[in-house]
């Protein structure tokens, strides 16, 4: 089975700029989140998905960040416009449904913003 | 707000010895708590769970042990190996019916041959 696959792995920014990032959860998992990982921090979440609507996006800075899943499958993540601030690892998770609380994530996408 | 806290950010132990990594939570309406285990640019991988019904959950060498009197939760490895070397997060969920997890910071555990 293969895992959560997330691209790109690394990229670097000049503050003021836009990125996004992409993610496609295991086959068949309704739950898609993206974590927010500040070095030395935990993961914290930033907007979980049921299938392609937003159950919690409470922690969204969306005067910069929005993010969708229009399919109800893969997911972007955007960033437009970054602050030095947003230097993290940004991690995708997926589950089969929200009551199975083990979630399996990706490998992330680091991104520096200089 | 902090409400789940890991304390200690590091751990060393010796090969063949227990390492112990602790956490700690505010919210007494988490039901369910998991450990997960982060090597070098890879995502978390889960590690073992504990409902907040039981008071103890094993899995070969990981056993998570839970004190809800005192918001307490402890992983044991025994015995640990030097492959066990990696960042340990403690997630805690039970808020909302959404599957939220809310993460500690994570302790860096380093296992010497």
């Known amino acids: 089975e293969a895992g959560v696959a997330q691209s790109p792995r690394y990229k670097i920014i000049e503050k003021r700029q836009s990125v996004a990032f992409w993610c496609n959860p295991i086959?068949?998992?309704?739950?898609l989140y993206w974590y927010q990982q500040i070095l030395g921090q935990g993961p914290k979440l930033l907007i979980q998905?049921?299938?392609?609507?937003?159950?919690?996006d409470s922690q969204l800075p969306k005067d910069r960040f929005s993010a969708e899943r229009l399919k109800g499958v893969d997911s972007t993540l955007k960033i437009q416009p970054a602050k030095l601030e947003d230097s993290a690892v940004y991690l995708c998770?997926?589950?089969?449904?929200?009551?199975?609380?083990?979630?399996?994530f990706g490998p992330g996408t680091r991104l520096t913003v200089l | 707000d902090q409400q789940v806290k890991q304390n200690s950010p590091s751990l060393s132990v010796q090969e063949g010895r227990i390492s112990i990594l602790n956490c700690d939570y505010t919210?007494?309406?988490?039901?369910?708590f998991l450990w997960y285990k982060k090597y070098p640019a890879e995502g978390p991988t889960f590690l073992i769970s504990?409902?907040?019904?039981?008071d103890k959950n094993e899995d070969g060498r990981f056993t998570v042990f839970l004190n809800k009197s005192a918001k307490h939760l402890s992983l044991h490895i025994v015995p640990s190996q030097p492959g066990d070397s990696a960042v340990y997060f403690c997630a805690a969920s039970g808020l909302s019916n959404t599957g939220k997890l809310i993460f500690g910071q994570g302790t860096t555990l380093q296992v010497k041959p």
């Open positions: 504990i409902s907040s019904i039981k």
């Open positions: 086959s068949g998992h309704a739950t």
């Open positions: 998770a997926s589950s089969l449904d929200p009551g199975l609380r083990e979630q399996f």
């Open positions: 998905f049921q299938n392609n609507g937003v159950v919690d």
């Open positions: 919210n007494s309406m988490f039901d369910y």
